[in-house]
T-cell receptor, first 115, second 109 residues
Framework: NAGVTQTPKFQVLKTGQSMTLQCAQD?????MYWYRQDPGMGLRLIYY???????DKGEVPNGYNVSRLNKREFSLRLESAAPSQTSVYFC??????????????FGPGTRLTVL | LAKTTQPISMDSYEGQEVNITCSHN???????ITWYQQFPSQGPRFIIQ???TKVTNEVASLFIPADRKSSTLSLPRVSLSDTAVYYC??????????FGAGTRLTVKP
């Protein structure tokens, strides 16, 4: 049981390049999330997927797209990377039940630098 | 969205009890209070969650007064390995909660 896994662990991009961050969970969770964390700051929600087949914007969605590929996988895509997107990206999952807050399980993060 | 306010940093010594208070004056009726812990270069980890009164698990206790406008995370007998950032979140859905800057706890020998 690996929990939440993310690839890659580190990535350096040039401005304008694109890339996809991968996330997978093996806990049979229905909800998945993408966050970014800038130095010295808390996490900010980019996008989330409450269940397979649905995605919604979070607090800071601009410049990102997501795909809920199946129940296990949730990817985050940067179409045209900008230096402002330099950050650590965390994926999380939870077993969401309407009206109840459930524990989120986080992956180890992807450290992205955009030059 | 309920906003939370917590101290930016706290220092403690090994073996002491640490209490971190979080203010959430506009907490809604359905909101839960959740605390996460984050070590450097790692994702946050769930510590404890509560709705009212007191909740205790093997790691910490959470005290919530009757008006629910604040909550206190209590860590008994901290060790060096408890040095981390602690986040207080309030909400009824994970996608509605906000991670603030958290409280950076430093435990000294």
């Amino acid at each position: 049981n690996a929990g939440v896994t993310q690839t890659p662990k580190f990535q350096v991009l040039k401005t304008g390049q694109s890339m996809t961050l991968q996330c997978a969970q093996d806990m049979n969770h229905n909800s998945m999330y993408w966050y970014r964390q800038d130095p010295g700051m808390g996490l900010r929600l980019i996008y989330y997927s409450a269940s397979e087949g649905t995605t919604d914007k979070g607090e800071v969605p601009n410049g990102y797209n997501v795909s809920r590929l199946n129940k296990r996988e949730f990817s985050l895509r940067l179409e045209s990377a900008a230096p402002s997107q330099t950050s650590v990206y965390f994926c999380a999952s939870s077993f969401f039940i309407a009206g109840k807050t459930d524990t989120q399980y986080f992956g180890p993060g992807t450290r992205l630098t955009v030059l | 969205l309920a906003k939370t306010t917590q101290p930016i940093s706290m220092d403690s010594y090994e073996g002491q009890e640490v209490n971190i208070t979080c203010s959430h004056n506009n907490i809604a009726t359905n909101d839960y209070i959740t605390w996460y812990q984050q070590f450097p270069s790692q994702g946050p980890r769930f510590i404890i969650q509560g709705y009212k009164t007191k909740v205790t698990n093997e790691v910490a206790s959470l005290f919530i007064p009757a008006d629910r406008k604040s909550s206190t995370l209590s860590l008994p007998r901290v060790s060096l390995s408890d040095t981390a950032v602690y986040y207080c979140l309030v909400g009824d859905k994970n996608n509605d909660m906000r991670f603030g800057a958290g409280t950076r706890l430093t435990v000294k020998p």
